[in-house]
Nanobody, 120 residues
Framework: QVQLVESGGGLVQPGGSLRLSCAAS????????MGWYRQTPDKERGLVAV???????NYADSVKDRFTISRDSAKNTVYLHMNSVKPEDTAVYYC??????????????WGQGTQVTVSS
């Protein structure tokens, strides 16, 4: 089976920085897209950033020029570098991966979520 395990969430002051990590493990043959989404109690889960197998990226307008997504394909890991964070960045952040398992089945996988709270 496949698992996505996130780490790095927590409490950060406005204007500060935080790095989220997500490692995929298990019966993985290849990973296409990896990314981060976020959700608050009053909003649906929405895109933060994605990175494709060719390392091209896409960001939500609200985080452009503040957040950077990167990946280490050798480690099946994706990172989200969060800079100049704002209170409105407070949310549960979910890792996402579009991958093929060792049976060649292509599926979407999600992590369990990690809480990020931006507050003074």
């Amino acid at each position: 089976q496949v698992q996505l395990v996130e780490s790095g969430g927590g409490l950060v002051q406005p204007g500060g920085s935080l790095r989220l990590s997500c490692a995929a493990s298990g019966s993985i043959r290849s990973i296409n897209t990896m990314g981060w989404y976020r959700q608050t109690p009053d909003k649906e889960r929405g895109l933060v950033a994605v990175i494709y197998s060719d390392y091209s990226t896409n960001y939500a307008d609200s985080v452009k020029d503040r957040f950077t997504i990167s990946r280490d394909s050798a480690k099946n890991t994706v990172y989200l570098h969060m800079n100049s964070v704002k209170p409105e960045d407070t949310a549960v952040y979910y890792c996402y991966a579009d991958l093929r398992d060792t049976s060649y089945k292509r599926s979407d996988y999600w992590g369990q979520g990690t809480q990020v709270t931006v507050s003074s």
